[in-house]
């Protein structure tokens, strides 16, 4: 088992996200997270899509009656005689509102090492709560509890926030260990080990790190018999707007290199086309086919560590 290099509890990263009022860059958790570890870089790699989850429960002046919408609502439930018809009624003459949770997912790398699996991902939700809806609507009242709880249709009202912002911690993964884990649950390699091993013996592994342009995002989840699920996701970081290379019908030699080559400089790092493509993004599935027949012939661009990455992949195709 590989021994983690990072040595920091994850209470440690919940009480500096409880002391910090986040602020719009997210800078001051920047310099705390490096100031907790000081013998890596630390860099803000991602910033995820807006989310929302179920709230809380306040009064029409804003005080707050549960923190917990689904709590409050299971438990006043049972204390209305479980009678869904007097929770209904205490609602709509309390005229209470349901609030929602709204945030985006922080993700922060600690870079470890050179090779590919070499870092720390950092996981931390950026949130604010709001107002949403009123709790029941009453000219198309809920049928049912969960309805209640989350409905269809709901209500909405103009929102208006509940105090600041604040930061709550995830999780925090180190890529290599928990790798191991994936490797031991799959019997044949999976795709995003054999991703990093490309990238290690590449030409992009020998001047990039790779959490410089992708990350690997944990996956758990229980399946619908209750067992525990563990896969890898790799996403990618690149911000840069590339160019989308497709048929590359009639190109070849030169022309072909050219193209290659001009994507892998506008990503910032050599053989980039390949890892793309790999992802199905920007690149066809079907440019390492045109390549491998331009260098089986009698054209030869490619340096011989990617020549060998590429005819591997031809022999065996593999994408993520």
């Given at each position: 088992m590989i021994e983690s290099k990072l040595n920091l509890a994850g209470q440690t990263i919940t009480q500096c996200c409880k002391k910090l009022v986040p602020d719009e860059n997210d800078a001051a958790l920047l310099a705390k997270?490096?100031?907790?570890?000081?013998?890596?870089?630390?860099?803000?790699?991602?910033?995820?899509?807006?989310?929302?989850?179920?709230?809380?429960?306040?009064?029409?002046?804003?005080?707050?009656?549960?923190?917990?919408?689904?709590?409050?609502?299971?438990?006043?439930?049972?204390?209305?005689?479980?009678?869904?018809?007097?929770?209904?009624?205490?609602?709509?003459?309390?005229?209470?509102?349901?609030?929602?949770?709204?945030?985006?997912?922080?993700?922060?790398?600690?870079?470890?090492g050179v090779s590919a699996e070499?870092?720390?991902?950092?996981?931390?939700?950026?949130?604010?709560?709001?107002?949403?809806?009123?709790?029941?609507?009453?000219?198309?009242?809920?049928?049912?509890?969960?309805?209640?709880i989350d409905p269809l249709q709901p209500f909405c009202i103009e929102s208006f926030?509940?105090?600041?912002?604040?930061?709550?911690?995830?999780?925090?993964?180190?890529?290599?260990?928990?790798?191991?884990?994936?490797?031991?649950?799959?019997?044949n390699e999976h795709p995003v080990q054999r991703f990093m091993d490309d990238w290690n013996r590449s030409s992009a592994g020998q001047n990039k790190h790779l959490s410089e342009n992708w990350i690997i995002r944990p996956d758990r989840h229980t399946g619908r018999f209750g067992e525990q699920i563990v896969n890898a996701e790799i996403i990618n970081i690149e911000t840069t707007n590339l160019p989308h290379l497709g048929d590359f019908a009639g190109k070849k030699g030169n022309s072909l290199n050219n193209i290659l080559t001009r994507f892998d400089r506008q990503a910032g790092y050599a053989f980039a086309w390949f890892f793309y493509m790999l992802k199905g993004k920007q690149v066809s599935p079907h440019s390492a086919e045109a390549v491998f027949r331009d260098i089986s012939g009698d054209f030869s661009y490619l340096p011989p560590r990617d020549e060998a990455v590429l005819r591997d992949w031809i022999a065996s195709p593999y994408h993520i």
């Open positions: 997270l490096q100031s907790l570890i000081p013998d890596y870089p630390v860099r803000l790699a991602l910033t995820g899509e807006e989310w929302y989850r179920l709230g809380g429960v306040v009064d029409p002046e804003g005080n707050r009656i549960a923190k917990d919408l689904v709590e409050w609502a299971e438990r006043t439930y049972i204390e209305c005689g479980q009678n869904l018809q007097t929770l209904i009624e205490h609602t709509l003459e309390q005229k209470l509102i349901a609030t929602k949770q709204t945030g985006k997912t922080l993700y922060f790398v600690v870079q470890t070499d870092f720390t991902l950092i996981e931390i939700d950026k949130t604010h709560e709001v107002s949403d809806r009123m709790l029941v609507d009453e000219n198309c009242p809920p049928e049912d509890l969960e309805e209640f926030c509940f105090g600041h912002a604040r930061y709550i911690y995830r999780r925090k993964t180190d890529v290599a260990i928990f790798m191991e884990v994936i490797n031991e649950r799959y019997q």
